[in-house]
């Protein structure tokens, strides 16, 4: 196993004790989109994967996981890379439960998916993803998920429903490009990541100080 896959693996560890929380996330997501199966892998993309993108940077901010990470025997570089590859197992792992799940509700409502539709969908869904990755994986490594969560979080969205607007985007006019986005989203991560191992070290948050109690002055004898 290499030392980036290691890093994967060690955030694996890491949010496994909130494993019961995003499965209910996902559960709660296939149920409310149980008669519309084929927007369940876009709210996934958009939502769920995301979270477990960035989850263990959640974890580490709360934990102070920044110390650990520096003391690592590992290059700062390998610890940046086993992020990406995080976010990209855990995008395939939702996205391949959310296609099975998308598909069992298809045939239950007794309106298979067409393969086509399927493959473009995660097209699209992977346009998304890498997206939102490539804008907040810079921030966050560099400033730390307390730092920048709300911006992080809102941003990569907001570009993205800016450009569908003015750029009067629909599945319609997107899928001459659907064999490029493959290749983009993924040079969108790879300049993502180089960009991120550019970035200076983040500052570590100064703890607050406790302050003993003043002792109790002695009494008059």
Known sequence: MTAVARVAVLHLRTVAPYRTQGLLVFGVMVLVLAREPVRLLPVLAILLAPLIAV?????????????????????????????????????????????????????????????????????????????????????????????????????????????????????ETVRPWLPLLWPAGLAAVVLSALVAARLPEPRPRPRPRRVPNDPAPPADG
């Open 55 to 171: 989850h263990p940077f959640v974890v580490a901010d709360r934990s102070g996981l920044e110390t650990l990470y520096a003391v690592l025997p590992v290059p700062r570089r390998t610890v940046l890379l086993g992020h990406y590859v995080w976010a990209l197992a855990g995008f395939v792992a939702t996205l391949g439960a959310g296609t099975a799940a998308a598909l069992l509700l298809a045939r239950v409502e007794d309106a298979p998916l067409a393969t086509r539709d399927v493959l473009m969908v995660l097209t699209l869904c992977w346009a998304l993803f890498a997206v939102n990755i490539a804008i907040q994986f810079p921030l966050l490594i560099r400033f730390g998920y307390a730092r920048v969560s709300v911006l992080g979080t809102t941003l990569p969205l907001v570009l993205v429903m800016l450009a569908v607007v003015r750029l009067h985007l629909t599945l």
